[in-house]
Structure formats: C-alpha cells, structure tokens
C-alpha cells in the first residue's frame, strides 16, 4: 500500500463498493495507502482486491451494525465514510407506486442515515472523522422520469447540512459530492417503476428519456475523477459542503438554476436533458 504499512494506514469504509463509483473509490484509495473496507450485500472472496469487502446491506439495522463493527474489530477505528451504496428508478411520478418510492428512499437515504448513526459514535469518541455523502446533480435539481431518485438525494442534501452542523464541534467533517453522468453499471442495475413503460399519458416521452439517459452515461468517462475528489476529501482539513463533478455541460445547470429565470431554466434545461 503505497509504503503504507496496515498498521499506520488511515481506515476507510466504503458502501456499495462492488461496481462503479464505490469500487473505483475503494481502488483509488487502497493505492494512496488507506486501509479500505468496502461492502456489498453478500460476502465476496478476496480475488486480489487491495482492499477487503464486507457484508452490509444498507437496507437494514442490524447488517450495518454489524458490518461497522466488523470494521472496528478489525482496524480498532474508522477515519473516513463514504455513503455510496444506492440505486436509481426511473419512471413518471404518477407511475411510481407507494412501495417502489418507499424502496427507493429506503436505500439511498435510510440507508445513509443508517451508516451515518452507526459511526457516529466512534468519530466523535476519536474526535476526528470525514463523512463522505455521495449525492447526484439530480439532487439539486428534479429531473422527469426520475423524481423519487431526485427526492432521495433531496433528502440526503438536507440531511447532510444539518449533520455537519451538528458534529463540527466534534472534529467530523461532512461533506456532499454531486457526480453528474459515469460511464458505470447504473444502466444496467437501474429499476424502473413497473406501469413506466406502460402508462400511454407518458410511456413515449419516458422511453424517448431513458434512451437519452443510457446513451449519455455509455458515451461518459469512468468515474475517475468521482475517486480523485473522494480521496482528496477524506483527508481535507476543512471541506466544502459540496462538490460537483463531472461534464461542464451538466454541472453549468446548477448555477444556471439560481439566476435564471424559472422558465428560462427549464427550457434550458429540457435542452440539455433532450425533452
């Protein structure tokens, strides 16, 4: 590890660690001489990874407690977290039943609460620590056919802010990072709402959508620059609340959203989405 020895090694623990962001994350940071944890919901052989998995699903109390202590019993502390593990649905508002947003919620911010309650305790006792938050740009702005995914890293943003304000004083930093399009597997895991594709009043337009959607993230770099950001905060003394990375084209809305007008924006914004 870089020199490093495992002993003196910084601990990370990554969520959602076996593909895309995660797993780049975990790669980088294992080669700058952290000592990775990443997890996944079933235990997977080692298959020369420099960095170990552990079981954590997300999803429930008692897999995160026990994965985190898994942790603790192994390195004896924890110095960074990065809340990565999650999944996209895609499909109208009005399509989408009650239980597919409730799944939706239950991983990307149930589960980050989850994570976040279990390691809190251990950050602060250790008086230092980095909280890693992996948002989207599309929790800055609602995109269609993706408004629950948008919801949950709503409610991560908010959450994020009133964490970092509470822990601060404990030397815990919280920090929100908002990737736009990677070439990963989301296309492939991505769940799409059962009626989407279905439901006349909107199924055209959605499949229209989706098409777009999955040709941007095939034609989109490697999260690379998504792990050279991770690795850099975990270690920043004093870290901005938020970071956006990815394609200018994508990032620019952001701004473009506080000054423009509202139709302005949206017009601006269905331009670039392809609606």
Same mark, same amino acid.
């Given at each position: 590890? %870089?020199?490093?020895?495992?002993?003196?090694?910084?601990?990370?623990?990554? =969520?959602?660690? %076996?593909?895309?962001? &995660?797993?780049?994350?975990?790669?980088?940071?294992?080669?700058?001489?952290?000592?990775?944890?990443? =997890?996944?919901?079933?235990?997977?052989?080692?298959?020369?990874?420099?960095?170990?998995?552990?079981?954590?699903?997300?999803?429930?109390?008692?897999?995160?407690?026990? &994965?985190?202590?898994?942790?603790?019993?192994?390195?004896?502390?924890?110095?960074?977290?990065?809340?990565?593990?999650?999944?996209?649905?895609? &499909?109208?508002?009005?399509?989408?039943?009650?239980?597919?947003?409730?799944?939706?919620?239950?991983?990307?911010?149930?589960?980050?609460?989850?994570?976040?309650?279990?390691?809190?305790?251990?950050?602060?006792?250790?008086?230092?620590?980095?909280?890693?938050?992996?948002?989207?740009?599309?929790?800055?702005? &609602?995109?269609?056919?993706?408004?629950?995914? %948008?919801? +949950?890293?709503?409610?991560?943003?908010?959450?994020?802010?009133?964490?970092?304000?509470?822990?601060?004083?404990?030397?815990?930093?919280?920090?929100?990072?908002?990737?736009?399009?990677?070439? =990963?597997?989301?296309?492939?895991?991505?769940?799409?709402?059962?009626?989407?594709?279905?439901?006349?009043?909107?199924?055209?337009?959605?499949?229209?959508?989706?098409?777009?959607?999955?040709?941007?993230?095939?034609?989109?770099?490697?999260?690379?620059?998504?792990?050279?950001?991770?690795?850099?905060?975990?270690?920043?003394?004093?870290?901005?609340?938020?970071? +956006?990375?990815?394609?200018?084209?994508?990032?620019?809305?952001?701004?473009?959203?506080?000054?423009?007008?509202?139709?302005?924006?949206?017009?601006?914004?269905?331009?670039?989405?392809?609606?």
């Amino acid at each position: 590890m %870089s020199g490093t020895s495992v002993e003196a090694a910084k601990v990370v623990l990554i =969520t959602g660690a %076996s593909s895309g962001i &995660g797993k780049t994350c975990a790669y980088r940071m294992a080669s700058r001489g952290w000592r990775v944890f990443g =997890t996944q919901r079933q235990p997977v052989p080692a298959e020369g990874r420099p960095f170990e998995m552990i079981a954590m699903d997300v999803d429930d109390d008692e897999s995160v407690r026990q &994965g985190v202590a898994a942790v603790l019993a192994k390195a004896g502390r924890i110095d960074a977290v990065v809340n990565n593990a999650g999944f996209a649905l895609m &499909g109208a508002v009005e399509d989408t039943t009650i239980a597919e947003a409730k799944a939706q919620l239950e991983t990307n911010f149930f589960g980050v609460l989850r994570v976040c309650r279990a390691v809190l305790p251990t950050l602060r006792e250790q008086k230092h620590g980095a909280i890693i938050n992996i948002s989207s740009l599309s929790g800055i702005q &609602g995109l269609p056919f993706s408004g629950l995914y %948008s919801a +949950s890293k709503f409610a991560l943003e908010g959450v994020s802010e009133s964490l970092r304000l509470e822990t601060m004083r404990f030397g815990i930093r919280v920090t929100l990072v908002e990737p736009g399009d990677f070439r =990963t597997e989301m296309p492939i895991r991505r769940r799409v709402a059962a009626a989407a594709e279905t439901h006349d009043a909107y199924a055209s337009e959605f499949v229209r959508f989706k098409l777009k959607q999955d040709q941007d993230e095939a034609s989109a770099d490697e999260p690379h620059a998504v792990a050279l950001l991770v690795e850099r905060l975990c270690s920043h003394p004093r870290p901005k609340m938020r970071y +956006s990375v990815g394609m200018l084209g994508q990032r620019i809305v952001v701004p473009l959203k506080r000054f423009l007008p509202q139709r302005a924006y949206e017009w601006l914004l269905c331009r670039v989405i392809g609606l």
